[in-house]
T-cell receptor, first 115, second 111 residues
């Protein structure tokens, strides 16, 4: 079975532009979460979606948005990019939205560089 | 805000040595996970601990969850160069949906 797949793997954008990152969860998993990992730090939670509904939102500005599709894949959108948005964006898939079944399996990430 | 502090931040040891990485918080977690991450890759789940005092072993890795479920440790015996990577602890608590990650321990095992 395929693991969590993310696209693209690398991306370079200019300040002020918009970007869309994509994620396909493990087959059978209904929850997708997005994390931002700045170099030298642990991942920071951005969003969680379960059954196409937003179930959690981290402390990120409104420039960040996401959605989940009927096939459970997800997109993360970031508008008006800032240099500080440069990071590894990770998608995590899990079977459930919370509780003890919150074991999350991560994709390889999208490395976003804003210049 | 729940915080997880990991120590040490950096660790460089020789092959064959033992080491322990710590993950501490003032908050109680319902479960705690350990991940290993290599450069340019996403974190890979190593283990999940859910019961206070629980000990799990994965080959040369031993994971322990504190009795009060506020802290955890990862012990590696006879470290090998293949153990090199960023070790991250992450917790969940209550109704919170997300994982709260520590800042990580960068381990380098020299041959």
């Amino acid at each position: 079975d395929a693991g969590v797949t993310q696209s693209p793997t690398h991306l370079i954008k200019t300040r002020g532009q918009q970007v869309t990152l994509r994620c396909s969860p493990i087959s059978g998993h209904k929850s997708v979460s997005w994390y931002q990992q700045v170099l030298g730090q642990g991942p920071q939670f951005i969003f969680q979606y379960y059954e196409k509904e937003e179930r959690g939102r981290g402390n990120f500005p409104d420039r960040f948005s996401a959605r989940q599709f009927p096939n459970y894949s997800s997109e993360l959108n970031v508008n008006a990019l800032l240099l500080g948005d440069s990071a590894l964006y990770l998608c995590a898939s899990s079977w459930a939205s919370g509780g003890l079944n919150t074991e999350a399996f991560f994709g390889q990430g999208t490395r976003l560089t804003v210049v | 805000t729940q915080l997880l502090e990991q120590s040490p931040q950096f660790l460089s040891i020789q092959e064959g040595e033992n080491l322990t990485v710590y993950c501490n918080s003032s908050s109680v977690f319902s479960s705690l996970q350990w991940y290993r991450q290599e450069p340019g890759e996403g974190p890979v789940l190593l283990v999940t601990v859910v019961t206070g005092g629980e000990v799990k072993k994965l080959k040369r890795l031993t994971f322990q969850f504190g009795d009060a479920r506020k802290d955890s440790s990862l012990h590696i015996t006879a470290a090998q160069p293949g153990d090199t990577g960023l070790y991250l602890c992450a917790g969940t608590s209550g109704s919170a949906r997300q994982l709260t990650f520590g800042s990580g321990t960068q381990l380098t095992v020299l041959p």
